[in-house]
């Protein structure tokens, strides 16, 4: 990997990247206030679920298919595509988080870095898309390669839900590094997993995580979005 195409992943899911992604907890919020995560050690064991077996995991299949079609530019596919990770989100503040970050990160790219295919798909009336497919299309039409591309957006899910346990917990900064080293196997495996998958292998078994968005939906007292 070239040093022009880690300044870009870089800078695409880096905080400064205007997608908002700092305003949502991924239910995180409803956790720490029902008292089921109140240590580092809960926040670890809870991302790595969601990477390994969760709306992580569903990502990471949905970035590798994105990119996929983008690479042969399959348009019929990629609408396939965006509709089916529209239809994953199993609550509104799920659909809420990946559906906004996804709409700024395309709207911000085509203004700047640029992205045929993002503006193909929008044209085409696709005006609505999932943060991991936008992503995916960025970084094929960048000529990025997957397995890179995979790591940096499966290390900035992780990282986002640390920064979010940080101070919704609250942690000290030692031990959300901490987490973010224990959480660096999972980010490995899954993105190489990911990679030998399809879509036919969607699907989540983080229960709790779905209803934790759906009630912070109704939460009287809300520093996040979700």
């Not at 042969?72 to 965006?82: G, N, S, T």
Request: aromatic share 8%; hydrophobic share 45%.
């Amino acid at each position: 990997m070239n040093r022009a195409d880690l300044y870009k992943l870089m800078a695409w899911l880096s905080p400064s990247y205007p997608v908002g992604a700092f305003t949502y907890s991924h239910g995180l919020e409803w956790l720490v206030e029902e008292r089921s995560i109140t240590d580092a050690s809960d926040l670890v064991n809870w991302i790595g679920f969601l990477v390994q077996h969760g709306s992580g995991r569903n990502d990471s299949i949905l970035f590798s298919a994105t990119y996929a079609a983008t690479k042969v530019q399959d348009m019929p596919a990629l609408h396939r595509i965006a509709a089916l990770a529209f239809s994953l989100t199993a609550s509104r503040a799920r659909a809420l988080e990946t559906l906004s970050q996804g709409d700024a990160l395309a709207r911000v790219t085509k203004d700047t870095w640029q992205s045929s295919t993002l503006k193909q798909l929008h044209e085409d009336g696709c005006e609505t898309v999932a943060y991991p497919v936008a992503v995916a299309i960025t970084a094929c039409d960048h000529g990025i390669d997957v397995a890179p591309a995979m790591d940096a957006y499966i290390h900035g899910f992780v990282a986002n839900l640390v920064s979010a346990g940080v101070r919704l917990i609250p942690l000290g900064h030692t031990d959300g590094q901490k987490a973010m080293i224990a959480l660096k196997t999972s980010v490995e495996d899954a993105s190489r997993n990911a990679l030998g998958m399809t879509l036919d292998d969607l699907g989540s078994s983080a229960f709790l995580a779905d209803i934790a968005a759906m009630k912070h939906e109704t939460q009287y007292t809300r520093l996040f979005r979700t």
